[in-house]
Each structure stands twice: as C-alpha cells, then as structure tokens.
C-alpha cells in the first residue's frame, strides 16, 4: 500500500480548522503583495527626483502610501500567525486525542510490548515537532516563498535581464542543495531511529533507576545507556556535519544576488537601456529578496521533522486493533465459559501459554485458580477482561462471546483487579471514586473502610485529599493494592477478578479484606487467583492449571483427596506458613 504524504495525514485532522488555513493563507499572501508596495512607493520617488523640482505634495504621498501598506503587511501577517497558531494547536489536539483513543482500543499487549519511552516520544515529543513548524510554516513558508517570485515576475517587468542577473548564484546553490539531499534522507532516519532509542532508554533508566542504584550501576556503568547517548551523539553529529557545510555555502552565496545585478545593472544603464530608477529598483529588490529565500532554506529540515513525527504518529495510529461492535448486547446471566481457547502472546513464532481450555466460572459463585508458576492463570484472567482476544475458541459470558459485545459494556461487568496497582496522580479520594465517578464522598469512605485502607489514609497529611503523587512513594505495596480494593468495591460490577491482588498485604490486613471481599463479593461472581493457598481454601470450586492445561478442578477438600500436585502446593503453603510463624517473620 502506498504511504499517504505527511502533509495528506496532518490535514486529515484538520476538519475543524479547515476554514482558518485557507483565511490564514490568504492573508498571508495578501500581506505578501502589501510587503511589495513599499518598493514600489520607493520607485516612484527616485522617480520624482531624478525627474527634477518633485512636487513634495506627490512625495508624501508616497510615503504614506509605503507606510500604510507596510502596517497592512505586519496586521495580516499577525492575523495569519494567529490563525495558524490556532489551526496548529487544534490539529494537535485532534492527534492526540485520536492516540488516546488507538491506545485504549489496542489489545492491552500491542500497547504494554512498546516501550514507555517510545510511547511517551510520539504522543508527547513528536507531536510537539509537529505544532513549531505547522504553525509558522503556513504563513512564513508561503510568504517567503511568495515574495521572492513576486518580485522576480516585478524584475521581469522591469527587465527581464535584470531579472536573470538576480539568479546568477541560484545554480550553485541548487547545486550545493542537491548534494546534501543526496545522504540527507538516510542520515536524517539514522538520526531518528538513534533520537527513539535514546529516549527509550532514559525512561527505561529513570523507571529503573531503583535496580540501578540497587546492582550499583551508575549512569556511566550503566552500558546500555552510556551506548545509546554516545551512538545519538555520534548520528547527530553526522547529520549535522552533513548539512552544515552546505548551508554556510548557502549562506555566504545567496545573498549575493549583487553579484549578478550590480555588473549587468551598470552594464545595461551605460548602454542606455535602463533607466537611473530602474536601475536602483532592482538593486534595492534584489537585496530585499535575500532574506525571505534564507528563512525558506531553514524549511527543509523542519519538513523532514515533521515528516518523521506525522509518520510515527500515523504507525501506532494504525496500531492493531480489538473489533469493537460498539452496540449494547442482552447478557441474561453472569457465569463465564472458556470453550476450547488456545492463546499465545506471539501469534507468529510463541509457544502456546493456553491450549485447547474448556471451563466454567458460574455466575454467583466463588471460583479461584491455582498452579505453578507461569501456568497460565493471569492470562485467563486477562483474556476475560479481553486485554488480548483468544487465538483458538471463544470465551463467552451468559452465553454471549465476549468479542460480540462492546468494550465498554464488558469493561461495565467485569471489575479487574491484578498486583500492579496504578495510581493516578489526583487525589487518593478521586483514585478510588475511579471505580464510580458518581459515587458519594460517603460511598468511597464506607468502599475505603471495607477495603481496610480508612485507616491509614487518614493518618495521610491531607487525608483522602493526599494528592497519590505525594503519597504514592510513601505508600506501601500492600496500601496501594488496598486502594486498588477500594475502587473494585466502588464499582460493584457483577463480575470480580482478582489477580494476586492481596499478595503485598499482610496476614492480618489480608484477613480482614478477604472477609471484607467475600461479603461484598456475595451472589457476584468471583475469580481469584492467589498463591497463598490459604485464602481460597473456601472457593466453591478451584481449578488447577497446569503448563496452560486444567490439570484438575473442584472443591479444597476434593483436591486435597484427589489432586497430588495440590496436595503439594497445599503441604508447601502450609509448611512455608508454619516456617513463617516459627521464624517469627510474620509472613503468611
Ligand atoms: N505479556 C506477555 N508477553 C509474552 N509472554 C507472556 C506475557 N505475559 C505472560 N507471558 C508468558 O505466558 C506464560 C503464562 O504466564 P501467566 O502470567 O499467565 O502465568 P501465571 O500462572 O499467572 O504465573 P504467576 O503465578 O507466576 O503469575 C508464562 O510463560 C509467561 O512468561
């Protein structure tokens, strides 16, 4: 498939603002002619004195008219930035918005298998690149491109000699442009490609820094990021030693259109063919056409830029997508069926983590899954959630495939709860009322104190209106995973998964949230997946996966009878609990 141009892609999220690019265009270019009036008010001065005795009435009068199209050119050109600078923000805005929603559409792996730096490069940095020029591309690129040719095609109704003289040094610098572009492409995408690493790599760093510090790998130790700064000084150099050699040339050689129309110039005056006043009109244009065509050659690289970013943000907008049907389904009940699902997180070359799974979760009943480690169990929970969908079968809930319902109305029953427990940067009384924007202050302080975490949120300085940010490095793994509770009780979806979500609780706050759990979880149905055995003992029923195989199911009791392999767990739980209490670690 042919690549749509940059220029097509920024456009296409131009709609709103359509009509502020065109106006901002053409004041630009109106502001463009208006530039040229001074000029021609100079000529017709030089004109009434070399004419003799000039009537000063006349003079005035062309200084006037000089100096009101000098203040229309500056008022249109501000009008036409202004416009621009808004078209530019508005297409920003579109672009982001529209990743936004790319994101929350991609199967949870695309977006957690790109790394944070990268992403966080083309929503925040790449986009950026994209406003500067955008925005002062439209009416300086326009008018110092416009003003050179306007004032060719005047030299040419002068002259047409004249006008050729002013090229004089424009091969050279053609010349010298079209020797750089020949390796520009290529050492501007090496640069880009070495910009995204780097960047990569010190998010990585920074989200690291913990384990670094930890192994003692300072930042000069630390290989990894020592290579990428070196190899992204090393690119830029090279791009940049490229390009600059050419644009000195290019700076010393197109000013120097005198070159050409000062000898010409004098050479036609003496053969009588130009006038004194013709002669100085194209001399003062001459140098008056230098600047603009300057200005435009800083354009080349700020294309290539924006180029780049609309190309990135174009690839993780295309991004792998989860069908959304987006029209409301009946889901007469609430019991889950996994039926024959395979899955591999590596469509193309991974092994399979599921193969061929048939279970059920009923609706109302409390169902855990335990296994060794790497089983499986995480992903049937999030294959539920439908973070990925299944490669093999389908997974239906009341019967209905969960790919045939919309996104949000899965997202409306099912409440997912894992180990990693995100906290926003708002208050911790708005990150818990993220379970239910509409609840009560009321209803997220009883959610709070059934999840057990009232109490020491109170002790926070603000209390629950501690910002997470501030609290979040003071806050333990067990407190954050209680908050994480909070906000699952808040949203009091028919269906509750939990993932390990107790894990960084201690044994007497765990007690208590199970306790909490169980009463708010009653008639809902529930999955829990945990590793201490202790917490599920009571589970109706409780599956045994095993290498993403059901290795056996049913009650505590039954599998303590019939299931050696969670007889073994049960005895190492046990045996680790007994050791624990023993040692006096206080574990579980
Ligand atoms: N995002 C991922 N991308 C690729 N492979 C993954 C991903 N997440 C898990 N896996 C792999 O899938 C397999 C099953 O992992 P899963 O987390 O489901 O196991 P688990 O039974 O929950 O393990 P644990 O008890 O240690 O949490 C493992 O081999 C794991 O390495």
């Keep these: 498939m042919k690549q749509k141009s940059w220029i097509s892609i920024v456009f296409s999220f131009a709609s709103q603002c359509r009509g502020k690019i065109v106006l901002s265009v053409l004041c630009a270019i109106i502001s463009v002619v208006a530039g040229l009036i001074p000029y021609w008010s100079v000529y017709q001065i030089i004109t009434l004195f070399i004419g003799g005795s000039p009537v000063m009435a006349e003079v005035w009068k062309w200084c006037w008219i000089g100096l009101g199209a000098y203040a229309i050119r ?162 830029t150099l090279k791009w940049y030693q490229n390009s600059w050699k050419v644009m000195n040339f290019v700076a010393a050689v197109l000013p120097s259109t005198f070159l050409g129309t000062l000898p010409i110039g004098m050479y036609l005056y003496w053969n009588g063919s130009l006038t004194p006043q013709d002669l100085a009109m194209c001399l003062i244009l001459s140098l008056g056409i230098v600047g603009p065509l300057m200005n435009f050659t800083t354009y080349i690289n700020e294309t290539k830029a924006i180029e780049y970013a609309v190309h990135d943000v174009d690839e993780l907008l295309h991004a792998e997508e989860l069908p959304d049907t987006g029209k409301p389904v009946e889901v007469p009940s609430k019991d889950i069926q996994l039926q024959d699902v395979s899955f591999s997180y590596d469509k193309e070359s991974g092994k399979p983590v599921l193969s061929h799974i048939n279970l059920k979760i009923p609706e109302g ?36 495939d969960i790919r045939s319902m919309p996104l949000a109305q899965l997202a409306d029953i099912v409440s997912f709860v894992t180990q990693d427990n995100f906290l926003f940067n708002c208050s911790i009384k708005e990150n818990i009322r993220l379970g239910n924007p509409d609840a009560t202050d009321e209803e997220v302080y009883a959610a709070a104190k059934a999840a057990c975490c009232d109490e020491f949120i109170q002790k926070l300085d603000n209390g629950y209106d501690t910002m997470a940010g501030d609290a979040g490095n003071r806050l333990s793994g067990g407190e954050k995973q209680r908050i994480s509770i909070a906000r699952m009780i808040l949203k009091n979806a028919p269906i509750v998964i939990l993932d390990e979500a107790t894990a960084f609780t201690d044994q007497e706050n765990e007690e208590k949230i199970q306790q909490s759990i169980a009463a708010l979880t009653k008639g809902k149905t529930l999955l829990v997946i945990a590793h201490r055995l202790s917490t599920i003992k009571n589970a109706d029923q409780i599956i045994v996966l095993q290498n993403g195989q059901v290795e056996n199911m049913g009650t505590h009791q039954q599998l303590l009878d019939s299931d050696s392999l969670y007889r073994d767990m049960w005895e190492a739980h046990i045996g680790a609990q007994n050791w624990s209490a023993g040692s006096g670690k206080g574990g579980n």
């Design 74 to 235: 500056f008022l249109l050109y501000g009008i036409s930035t202004s416009l621009s600078h808004i078209s530019a923000y508005t297409i920003l805005e579109n672009i982001r918005l529209a990743l936004a929603q790319r994101l929350m559409k991609a199967p949870l792996g695309t977006v957690i298998g790109e790394s944070v730096g990268k992403l966080k490069n083309v929503l925040v940095d790449r986009v950026e690149t994209i406003e500067l020029p955008l925005a002062h591309m439209i009416p300086e690129c326009i008018s110092n491109l416009l003003l050179p040719v306007a004032v060719f095609v005047y030299l040419v109704c002068i002259d047409w000699r004249m006008a050729l003289a002013m090229l004089v040094t424009l091969p050279f610098v053609l010349i010298a442009f079209a020797m750089m572009m020949k390796n520009f492409n290529k050492l501007y995408a090496d640069y880009m490609e070495s910009n995204n690493y780097v960047n990569g790599v010190i998010v990585e760093y920074v989200e690291g820094i913990e384990v670094i510090k930890a192994f003692n790998q300072s930042s000069s130790s630390y290989e990894k990021f020592t290579k990428a700064v070196e190899s992204f000084k090393d690119y």
């Design 365 to 400: 009943k409390f169902t855990a899954l335990v296994g060794p480690s790497g089983g499986g169990k995480s992903t049937v929970a999030r294959l539920i959630a439908r973070f990925w969908d299944v490669n093999d079968g389908k997974i239906t809930i009341g019967g209905v």
